[in-house]
């Protein structure tokens, strides 16, 4: 049994409670035989903390599983209470999983970023905890890389969650959100970086005050960030940008406001007052836009790429949709099947598990009709079809990656079909990201392989 595996069984037994981040991860490196100051030392906590953390959790699950339970048992605990817990009717239901609460209008669809309190949110472990640990530390930047509609903005939105229920100030800023004219000079752009940071905590913008043509717009936002922000809170400030890929548009912008970022980073480890800052940027994709290295926020902090789902996740998240057959060695095999043509995609994964949650469709008409105009992905497959044929040198790239084992493309081509999810980086190797495309394309585009 994989520490994955375990630490379902653990969740569904709790339900409807669930087991923190920390404890998750204090779970799963016990399962795998780690001691707590290796623990500690690899999520950059106390080691004593860790211990208070894992007593906690084996207090819970001694109550649980009916016995006493430590990290030198653990294993064989959970194995024996897996084995003498009956299965109804012969079914290999995992234990703590009640179907019947389970009902299609609870089902969520699958729509922007997930809700924080959401039973459909996929944690990553170990990556939740880092980011907690992360952002706990003075001056520190978290790095979010991901393509779109697979998880980016739902971690932010936790990590920011957690640094509010930590005590600190935070501040959210959506770049896709901006009108474009902020985007058509430095000043302007960086005016309402400001003005936006001000009112979301509650202060009255005072631009004016510190703005000075004379000592230009990097200068003077700094200023303010520095003698009027950051002064004027009592708790670290957690700034999160999402959307930072929208710079990438506007290359002469993105040159000058990211290495300020990166300044802002560096200057926490000479000012105090930099060290409330603590930065999340989240982006879609690689940066391909020229910054100097020792300039770029884009090499420094923690970076975060998230994976895709696990077929032990999937599970897990289709055990939630109400899909009862998927506890069954045969249901993980039907699982796998979906995995095979879709990846372990967030979204392609969740739309699929809605829609068989909601019971609209069955799994083989699923799959026979995932590429087709009458399948439940079809409202998406079209609009990949129209970012591709509004750049057509974009259909000719991607025909490229399906068509050659070392597909060789232009930074800037890359960067927007990773950012459309359309394939995946592996080193230097550029692979489609899914099946799926690739049977779509391919009888849509004409492309022959």
Same mark, same amino acid.
């Given at each position: 049994?994989?520490?994955?595996?375990?630490?379902?069984?653990?969740?569904?037994?709790?339900?409807?409670?669930?087991?923190?981040?920390?404890?998750?991860?204090?779970?799963?490196?016990?399962?795998?035989?780690?001691?707590?100051?290796?623990?500690?030392?690899?999520?950059?906590?106390?080691?004593?903390?860790?211990?208070?953390?894992?007593?906690?959790?084996?207090?819970?699950?001694?109550?649980?599983?009916?016995?006493?339970?430590?990290?030198?048992?653990?294993?064989?605990?959970?194995? @024996?209470?897996?084995q003498?817990?009956?299965?109804?009717?012969?079914?290999?239901?995992?234990?703590?999983?009640?179907?019947?609460?389970?009902?299609?209008?609870?089902?969520?669809?699958?729509?922007?970023s997930v809700?924080?309190?959401?039973?459909?949110?996929?944690?990553?472990?170990?990556?939740?905890?880092?980011?907690?640990?992360?952002?706990?530390?003075?001056?520190?930047?978290?790095?979010i890389?991901?393509?779109?509609?697979?998880?980016?903005?739902?971690?932010?939105?936790?990590?920011?969650?957690?640094?509010?229920?930590?005590?600190?100030?935070?501040?959210?800023?959506?770049?896709?959100?901006?009108?474009?004219?902020?985007?058509?000079?430095l000043?302007?752009?960086?005016?309402?970086?400001?003005?936006?940071?001000?009112?979301?905590l509650?202060?009255?913008?005072?631009?004016?005050?510190?703005?000075?043509?004379?000592?230009?717009?990097?200068?003077?936002?700094?200023?303010?960030?520095?003698?009027?922000?950051?002064?004027?809170?009592?708790?670290?400030?957690?700034?999160?940008?999402?959307?930072?890929? @929208?710079?990438?548009?506007?290359?002469?912008?993105?040159?000058?406001?990211?290495?300020?970022?990166?300044?802002?980073?560096?200057?926490?480890?000479?000012?105090?007052?930099?060290?409330?800052?603590?930065?999340?940027?989240?982006?879609?994709?690689? *940066?391909?836009?020229?910054?100097?290295?020792?300039?770029?926020?884009?090499? *420094?902090?923690?970076?975060?790429?998230?994976?895709?789902?696990t077929?032990?996740?999937?599970?897990?998240?289709?055990?939630?949709?109400?899909?009862?057959?998927?506890?069954?060695?045969?249901? *993980?095999?039907?699982?796998?099947?979906l995995?095979?043509?879709?990846?372990?995609h967030?979204?392609?994964?969740?739309?699929?598990?809605?829609?068989?949650?909601?019971?609209?469709?069955?799994?083989?008409?699923?799959?026979?009709?995932?590429?087709?105009?009458?399948?439940?992905?079809?409202?998406?497959?079209?609009?990949?079809?129209?970012?591709?044929?509004?750049?057509?040198?974009?259909?000719?790239?991607? @025909?490229?990656?399906?068509?050659?084992?070392?597909?060789?493309?232009?930074?800037?081509?890359?960067?927007?079909?990773?950012?459309?999810?359309?394939?995946?980086?592996?080193?230097?190797?550029?692979?489609?990201?899914c099946?799926?495309?690739?049977?779509?394309?391919?009888?849509?585009?004409?492309?022959?392989?």
């Open positions: 049994m994989t520490d994955d595996e375990a630490l379902m069984i653990v969740e569904q037994l709790l339900q409807p409670r669930r087991l923190n981040d920390l404890q998750q991860l204090v779970f799963c490196r016990s399962w795998r035989g780690q001691g707590y100051a290796e623990i500690a030392e690899d999520v950059g906590y106390d080691v004593g903390y860790i211990k208070d953390v894992g007593s906690q959790l084996w207090q819970l699950l001694s109550e649980l599983l009916g016995e006493k339970v430590g990290k030198k048992n653990l294993q064989a605990a959970l194995r @024996r209470y897996q003498e817990k009956p299965k109804p009717d012969g079914v290999s239901q995992p234990v703590g999983v009640n179907f019947a609460t389970i009902t299609p209008d609870k089902l969520e669809f699958p729509s922007g809700p924080l309190h959401s039973p459909f949110y996929v944690e990553r472990a170990p990556i939740e905890a880092q980011c907690w640990a992360e952002v706990s530390k003075p001056g520190s930047l978290i790095r890389r991901a393509p779109q509609r697979t998880g980016k903005t739902s971690l932010m939105q936790r990590i920011v969650a957690y640094a509010k229920q930590t005590g600190f100030n935070t501040v959210t800023l959506n770049l896709q959100q901006a009108d474009r004219r902020v985007f058509e000079s000043d302007r752009f960086l005016r309402w970086f400001c003005a936006n940071i001000s009112q979301q509650q202060l009255l913008p005072q631009l004016d005050e510190y703005w000075d043509e004379d000592i230009g717009s990097k200068m003077s936002c700094t200023l303010y960030m520095q003698r009027y922000i950051l002064k004027s809170v009592d708790t670290a400030l957690v700034l999160a940008l999402d959307e930072v890929n @929208r710079l990438f548009e506007y290359p002469d912008l993105a040159s000058d406001f990211l290495p300020l970022l990166r300044t802002w980073y560096e200057d926490a480890s000479e000012y105090e007052v930099w060290q409330k800052l603590r930065l999340i940027v989240v982006h879609a994709t690689e *940066v391909y836009i020229p910054l100097n290295l020792n300039q770029s926020p884009f090499n *420094v902090g923690l970076p975060i790429k998230l994976p895709e789902f077929l032990a996740q999937v599970q897990a998240l289709a055990l939630s949709h109400g899909l009862e057959w998927a506890a069954s060695e045969a249901g *993980v095999q039907k699982l796998q099947a995995v095979n043509l879709i990846g372990g967030p979204y392609l994964v969740r739309l699929a598990l809605y829609h068989l949650g909601r019971q609209e469709v069955t799994l083989d008409q699923l799959l026979q009709e995932a590429a087709t105009t009458s399948g439940i992905y079809a409202d998406h497959l079209r609009q990949q079809l129209s970012h591709l044929q509004d750049h057509p040198e974009l259909a000719i790239a991607l @025909r490229q990656v399906f068509t050659e084992t070392t597909a060789h493309l232009e930074p800037i081509t890359t960067y927007k079909l990773e950012s459309l999810g359309l394939i995946t980086l592996h080193g230097e190797q550029i692979k489609p990201s099946k799926l495309y690739r049977k779509y394309f391919q009888e849509v585009l004409g492309f022959e392989f």
